[in-house]
């Protein structure tokens, strides 16, 4: 099956810095690209979908000033979380809608923590 | 998408077949079932998805009633490595949304 990686898998951050995470897919193109958060013992919450070429679509009561998305080509998306805080610390997941198989394929995910 | 209604947790027996239920009494016409499984802090892995008919693959099979507002997941030999978190999901794969699960434990 198609491959989605994402980098870094995992990743510690002071309060107020600025953390960049990659969500490549590896083996097929990808023009729509989705990100998700999942606090402990939770299910998986849909922030945005991010489409290649143009402004990516939030979810209501996910700040995109906040969480900002770039999908600057069809094999790559990029979240930064601006100024995070201990509150953003969860687990981020992405995913790829492929088209041929028509599938979403998921990233293996990354864990923030913010100290 | 639709929403699902799945058991909160279940327990199999290894060797056993585990089935799986999900309720999703207002799915629309052009919906898909889905089936995903969550292994403990990992990224969900596809196992399944069905319009209205039965389908089977190296994994699993999926039952689809025949007003499709429920479905049965059914690993049919589970052993420890299938402990995880099930979701089943009602809607197009242009937009996955999750409910919250079931989650699955394989007794040994």
């Known amino acids: 099956g198609a491959v989605v990686s994402q980098h870094p898998s995992w990743v510690i951050c002071k309060s107020g810095t600025s953390v960049k995470i990659e969500c490549r897919s590896l083996d097929f193109q990808a023009t729509t690209m989705f990100w998700y958060r999942q606090f402990p013992k939770q299910s998986l919450m849909l922030m945005a979908t991010?489409?290649?070429?143009?402004?990516?679509?939030?979810e209501q009561g996910v700040e995109k000033d906040k969480f900002l998305i770039n999908h600057a080509s069809l094999t790559l998306s990029t979240l930064t979380v601006t100024s995070a805080h201990p509150e953003d610390s969860s687990f981020y997941i992405c995913?790829?809608?492929?088209?041929?198989?028509?599938?979403?394929?998921f990233g293996p995910g990354t864990r923030l923590t913010v100290l | 998408d639709a929403k699902t209604t799945q058991p909160t947790s279940m327990d199999c027996a290894e060797g056993r077949a585990a089935n799986l239920p999900c309720n999703h009494s207002t799915i629309s016409g052009n919906e898909y079932v889905y089936w995903y499984r969550q292994i403990h802090s990992q990224g969900p892995q596809y196992i399944i998805h069905g319009l209205k008919n039965n389908e089977t693959n190296e994994m699993a099979s999926l039952i689809i009633t025949e007003d499709r507002k429920s479905s049965t997941l059914i690993l049919p030999h589970a052993t420890l490595r299938d402990t995880a978190v099930y979701y089943c999901i009602a809607g197009r794969d242009d937009k996955i949304i999750f409910g919250k699960g079931t989650r699955l434990h394989i007794l040994p």
């Open positions: 995913s790829a809608h492929a088209t041929a198989p028509d599938e979403q394929f």
């Open positions: 991010s489409n290649e070429g143009s402004k990516a679509t939030y």
